[in-house]
């Protein structure tokens, strides 16, 4: 394999002056010394934490061809000098998008940004080599450390981008320049810095600002900014809108979908082709998801009957509805982990999910929620508004100030424990579960939710397999 950049094209990419002696290729862009691999080029980034600096010996022992620095600072090897480290990742980030031929998506929305991404590899993979964005990388220095990594040989590439304020989408998505822009849904998530959902919609649009010319973007018709959001795209010079989910209207429709543990099976209707495909991960959500990434599919080329073959080996990622068996006392249990992260929207998915979930002889569906965080004001509504989507779950366990108004709402009959953090609630939930129960962990990653999963593992490791 070629590498990533040579010294020459690296150079000039980030602007930097010195390391003259270094000729070395640069086989990888690293700003953390815990996971650099050698022939990596690491960025010393000022953050709000750590100043990256500091760890430039540790980088050269590790490997690393060259460090990027502002200042002086110790360590042993090649250095390249510039005003500003992260402003030249940007620059390196900008030269791999200006070299790149691949076909190029941009992913955002209030909920299933990273799972789309991933189920997006999956699809694009059967048609061609493709470089997606690590783990949820989806920020201001997340998005360029992402497009620097991009191989020139690639032929499709996937972004994730993220916000939480107005104005944070408008500069990734320009330095990205995707060929097709996905909108996932707008939902009431960070909250607690808008004045409104409407300001949440146009803070998502965004990503139209760096559309290319006659570029697609793929929306969800069923929901409600739907309209909008065609509008902004079409103002922004978008050539096609590509529509999916249920909406009789959609270009990309469910038509049934059956749910099983571990997958669903889905009968769609795409672009007017009646389809039928296994998606390797359970949820009507993530259903609905899966017409988006198709929809993604058909906008930047690539082949859609093997993309939704493809889909079937798709995996929910740890802390993401990843399932594990819970070996207890007498027959197991199994555990879904939701605790990355959540929100309104993707708590109301978590808890359909669950009520759909066949536990065993016995057995109960048990929600293990914390609190949903930055909804500002209107979070004990938020949380207390929940209580209608525990229809089909059995017991709840709660933690923290605002599951306190979920908690209030509950009938005695569904309580299991309340705490007031996640550690508190750990022994007792423990020793509540029992064989043959699903128990879903879900909450905000600030709730330290997976503290709970991790305690469940550790309590109840799997069973041994069977010889």
Not at 267 to 286: D, F, I, N, V
Not at 413 to 428: F, K
Request: proline share 5%; aromatic share 6%.
């Amino acid at each position: 394999m070629s590498p990533l950049w040579s010294f020459k094209a690296f150079m000039a990419g980030t602007g930097a002056e010195g390391a003259e002696s270094a000729a070395a290729p640069i086989n990888g862009i690293s700003i953390d010394t815990r996971s650099l691999q050698p022939g990596d080029a690491y960025f010393a980034i000022q953050g709000d934490v750590h100043d990256g600096h500091k760890f430039v010996p540790q980088a050269f022992e590790k490997g690393a061809s060259i460090a990027v620095v502002s200042k002086p600072c110790e360590g042993e090897g090649p250095k390249a000098l510039v005003p500003d480290v992260l402003a030249a990742m940007g620059s390196l980030a900008a030269a791999a998008r200006a070299r790149s031929k691949a076909r190029i998506a941009a992913v955002t929305g209030s909920v299933g940004k990273t799972s789309s991404k991933q189920a997006l590899q999956l699809a694009l993979g059967a048609s061609g080599q493709v470089h997606v964005s690590d783990k949820s990388y989806n920020n201001h220095w997340g998005v360029p450390l992402s497009l620097a990594r991009l191989p020139q040989e690639a032929e499709f590439a996937v972004f994730e981008i993220g916000m939480n304020h107005p104005g944070e989408i408008t500069p990734l998505v320009k330095l990205v320049r995707p060929h097709a822009a996905l909108i996932t849904i707008v939902a009431p998530v960070h909250i607690g810095f808008f004045k409104s959902l409407d300001e949440i919609a146009a803070a998502k649009a965004e990503i139209f600002d760096g559309l290319e010319p006659d570029g697609t973007a793929v929306l969800n018709r069923d929901n409600d900014y739907f309209d909008y959001l065609s509008a902004q795209a079409k103002a922004g010079g978008a050539g096609r809108i590509i529509s999916f989910g249920a909406h009789e209207a959609a270009d990309m429709r469910l038509n049934m979908l059956a749910q099983h543990d571990g997958y669903s099976c889905v009968s769609a209707r795409l672009l007017g082709e009646e389809t039928l495909y296994k998606l390797g991960a359970p949820g009507r959500h993530m259903v609905l998801n899966s017409l988006g990434v198709l929809g993604v599919v058909e906008a930047l080329g690539a082949d859609l009957a093997l993309a939704a073959l493809a889909l079937a080996g798709m995996q929910p990622e740890a802390g993401r509805g990843g399932r594990s068996i819970l070996g207890l006392r007498g027959g197991t249990a199994v555990l879904i982990d939701e605790s990355y992260n959540a929100n309104p929207a993707s708590m109301r998915a978590a808890l359909s999910l669950l009520a759909a979930a066949r536990p065993g002889a016995g057995g109960r569906r048990i929600a293990v929620l914390g609190d949903m965080l930055e909804l500002g004001d209107a979070a004990e509504r938020l949380h207390a508004e929940l209580a209608d989507e525990l229809g089909g779950i059995d017991k709840l366990f709660a933690c923290g100030p605002h599951m306190a108004a979920l908690w209030a709402k509950v009938p005695a009959g569904a309580r299991g424990i309340y705490a007031e953090n996640s550690s508190q609630l750990a022994d007792a939930l423990c020793e509540s579960v029992a064989s043959g129960d699903v128990v879903m962990i879900k909450g905000s990653l600030g709730s330290r939710m997976g503290l709970l999963a991790e305690a469940l593992k550790a309590r109840y490791p799997a069973p041994e397999p069977r010889q």
